[in-house]
């Protein structure tokens, strides 16, 4: 086996999957299977947003609201009613382990 011939099967074999990506590409851009693909990713990021966005939301009602709480304990406590009157902090649940 000569240097070509080597170097030509070497190249032959790296370039195969090249090769199969390409021919993949090609068909699916022909039957329409990449715009689909390319639309649901657009889908999945749309709603990955949303999801985003809703939790910074709900993060920052929670904040207010624990702020609102403990403006309202501190004002019933300079009224005087008595600590032991006032419920607990509550808790926060347990997290469910998946």
């Not at 011939?5 to 090249?18: C, N, R």
């Not at 851009?29 to 709603?47: F, M």
């Not at 009602?61 to 300079?78: F, G, N, P, Y």
């Amino acid at each position: 086996m000569t240097i070509a011939e080597l170097t030509a099967l070497l190249i032959a074999i790296g370039s195969m999957p090249v090769l199969l990506k390409i021919i993949d590409w090609f068909k699916a851009t022909r039957s329409g299977r990449a715009q689909a693909e390319k639309i649901n990713n657009r889908n999945a990021l749309g709603r990955l947003v949303k999801a985003e966005e809703e939790s910074e939301f709900q993060t920052e009602w929670r904040r207010i609201i624990s702020e609102h709480a403990s403006t309202v304990r501190r004002i019933a406590l300079d009224w005087g009613v008595p600590e032991h009157v006032l419920p607990d902090w509550p808790k926060p649940p347990e997290r469910i382990r998946v």
